[in-house]
């Protein structure tokens, strides 16, 4: 049974703030805490979707490897949001790679529970599809990004995104609230790494961002939501296919990845 920490946790948290004491109690039955080192992996792509889980503290990166052999990121876990999610999917194995950014704290509850779990708890049951939903549609936007977009606004889009869900007011302006690197950002939105260091080099420059080691700091949204909608397209590295292309169709690829 999880920990008084932990309950204390989840009250925090708007999945589980609606739910009674005694409700809550039921919810975590079955429930095992899980703490995650920076760098640990708290499953791999391919292996048994074995559990489905719930963030309670921390940040989490979603990862897939690509059939030519190439590291997307998906999307980052926040706090309160429902991962591993392949058991509501009805499949049998994770379609990405999850691990942790920073310290991070998680409950793990096994995938044979999941239908008990949203049947006596429907509430949390239509958050989890409204989550996947969101999931669904956010990768749909982000395959039309890839397609359609010049890099700098795929980039921008992304840093936007990024501080919207995660950022934390500091002297600077909006910091991205967990460590996140350049090569993180150019696994986001499809170019390279040359390229994103190129961009936040010139927006630094321009006062429209500070960067530094593993840190984005947002010094005015509004610059950046204008380069967002009307960027000029950016010179490539070495004509490198990956700052113009995104990937081919991939309807399957957005439905699978709702599980995360």
């Keep these: 049974m999880p920990s008084p920490l932990c309950h204390a946790l989840l009250r925090n948290l708007d999945l589980f703030r609606p739910l009674s004491d005694a409700q809550l109690d039921a919810a975590l039955q079955g429930a095992t805490p899980c703490r995650l080192e920076a760098g640990e992996v708290a ?3 391919g292996a048994d979707g074995a ?6 503290h921390g940040c989490l990166k979603v990862a897939q490897l690509t059939a030519e052999g190439e590291q997307v990121v998906v999307r980052y876990v926040n706090p309160g949001d429902m991962f591993g999610l392949a058991c509501a999917m009805r499949q049998s194995c994770y379609p990405a790679t999850v691990l942790a950014v920073q310290e991070s704290v ?15 708890h429907p509430q949390l049951g239509a958050i989890a599809l409204q989550t996947m939903g969101q999931r669904l549609q956010d990768a749909h936007i982000r395959i039309q990004e890839l397609s359609t977009d010049e890099v700098e606004q795929r980039v921008a889009r992304a840093i936007l995104r990024l501080v919207q869900q995660s950022g934390q007011p500091t002297q600077e302006g909006i910091g ?10 150019a696994e986001m939105t499809g170019t390279t790494l040359h390229t994103v260091s190129r961009l936040l080099s010139d927006w630094k420059q321009r006062g429209i961002v500070t960067s530094g080691r593993k840190r984005i700091v947002l010094r005015s949204p509004a610059a950046l939501a204008r380069l967002s909608e ?3 397209a950016a010179p490539d590295c070495a004509a490198c296919l990956s700052c113009r292309d995104g990937p081919p169709a991939a309807e399957d690829q957005a439905a699978e990845l709702a599980a995360h």
């Design 176 to 185: 991205i609230s967990f460590p996140i690197t350049r090569q993180d950002v």
């Design 51 to 56: 559990h489905f889980f719930v963030l309670l």
């Design 43 to 45: 499953y791999r792509q």
């Design 230 to 232: 009307n960027a000029q």
């Design 106 to 120: 998680c409950l793990a509850w096994p995938a044979s529970a999941w239908e008990g779990f949203t049947a006596s």
